[in-house]
T-cell receptor, first 115, second 114 residues
Framework: DAGVIQSPRHEVTEMGQEVTLRCKPISGHDYLFWYRQTMMRGLELLIYFNNNVPIDDSGMPEDRFSAKMPNASFSTLKIQPSEPRDSAVYFC?????????????FGPGTRLTVL | AQSVTQLGSHVSVSEGALVLLRCNYSSSVPPYLFWYVQYPNQGLQLLLKYTSAATLVKGINGFEAEFKKSETSFHLTKPSAHMSDAAEYFCAVSQGGGGNKLTFGTGTQLKVEL
């Protein structure tokens, strides 16, 4: 299996621009998670999906952030408009339903820099 | 509610020395516990996990961890450090029985010196 795939790996944009991060989970996995990692706050869960349905978005910092999962093999995290404080590494992770221990498989991350 | 505390944001050891990374957890139900490793510019990779079976868990790359309920701890150890072990290590907890959220600690950066 190819593992969780994220694109782009690096994104540099200017404040006010729209940013879209993409994730392809491992085939057959039922859950998809979006995390943000910063020096100040560590790893934060933003939102997660089960069978393409958002289950918990309590970690989404504000309305500028939105996430979708139109099908089982694709998810996006969008920031509009972006701000410098959104600079972070964004990780996508997935896990199968049958994995009772909740082991999550992480992608390589997208490093976002907002100037 | 669940939480994880990792003592020591930076740990430095000599090559060949014992590695000990500390993790204490808080959970209102029997937890599942994990150690992940993150190499520079990479995602997180699972080292090992505790799922209420054996309290001593062996993982990849020679690492192991012991679940101690009385101490609410899940410390990570390796008898002999190697230069390639230099990375950031994260302890995480989830509710047992298939809880969906992983709560991560703040991470410990391990440095291995010659």
């Amino acid at each position: 299996d190819a593992g969780v795939i994220q694109s782009p790996r690096h994104e540099v944009t200017e404040m006010g621009q729209e940013v879209t991060l993409r994730c392809k989970p491992i085939s057959g996995h039922d859950y998809l998670f979006w995390y943000r990692q910063t020096m100040m706050r560590g790893l934060e869960l933003l939102i997660y999906f089960n069978n393409n349905v958002p289950i918990d978005d309590s970690g989404m910092p504000e309305d500028r952030f939105s996430a979708k999962m139109p099908n089982a093999s694709f998810s996006t995290l969008k920031i509009q408009p972006s701000e410098p404080r959104d600079s972070a590494v964004y990780f996508c992770a997935s896990r199968p339903l049958s994995q009772g221990a909740n082991e999550q498989f992480f992608g390589p991350g997208t490093r976002l820099t907002v100037l | 509610a669940q939480s994880v505390t990792q003592l020591g944001s930076h740990v430095s050891v000599s090559e060949g020395a014992l590695v000990l990374l500390r993790c204490n957890y808080s959970s209102s139900v029997p937890p599942y516990l994990f150690w992940y490793v993150q190499y520079p510019n990479q995602g997180l990779q699972l080292l090992l996990k505790y799922t209420s079976a054996a309290t001593l868990v062996k993982g990849i790359n020679g690492f192991e961890a012991e679940f101690k309920k009385s101490e609410t701890s899940f410390h990570l150890t390796k008898p002999s450090a190697h230069m390639s072990d230099a990375a950031e290590y994260f302890c995480a907890v989830s509710q047992g029985g298939g809880g969906n959220k992983l709560t991560f600690g703040t991470g410990t950066q391990l440095k291995v010196e010659l």
